[in-house]
């Protein structure tokens, strides 16, 4: 099943972040500066109270919520984060830096409607600190992938896919900052494309229509 895109009717975005919130904050400036059309973000939700991507929302005048896991067994965590996001009347789920496993539960509440952006060209590197990983492997060319959710970690169908080159002098820093440069191009243009439906799914294959 994939996201409604019926005529007329703005689809509402979900934001989940854990941190700093920079591809939030670029989706967001996408919307206003109308790169990104059709879409509204109709809340920023965070399992960290301390998130700055939080603190970015409220200066926004977005709506946003903190729903800490700390604490909390992951089932009622996600049960919480779904019924939030039903409240809000959220259509398409993204995740900006959402440093959380989804439960099966999670995933099936929103069938073929949740985005994820990943720092490396999935299926290599998936999991965490995957530009250091990438760098030490001495790949010549990394980047970041927006892909659907699925139950696996980092492995649904791949909307989009950016690379950037490693030169020798890179460092963990400068290669994930040429990443989020990229990632921040690419989740716009990857939400853009869903929300058009103008796309199908083959086997594992997303292919335009
Ligand atoms: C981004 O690099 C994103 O790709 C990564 O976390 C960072 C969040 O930055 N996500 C993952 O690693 C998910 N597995 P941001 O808070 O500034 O958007």
Redo the contacts with the bound molecule.
Sequence with gaps: MSLDVSQGKLVRLGIL?S??????VAIAAAIEERGLSGVEIAVVLSNREDAG?LEAARVMGLPWRAIPSKGMKRAEHDAAMIAALGEFDVDLVCL??Y?RVLTPEFVGAFPGAIL????SLLPAFAG?E?QRAALEYGVKVAG?TVHFVDEAV?HGVIVLQRTVDVADEDTVETLSAKI?VE?HRAYPEAIARVVSGQYRVVGRRYVKV
């Design positions: 972040l941190g700093r919130g920079s591809n939030f991507g900006a830096g440093m994820n952006i990943h720092p965490l995957v970041c980092d989020l990632e």
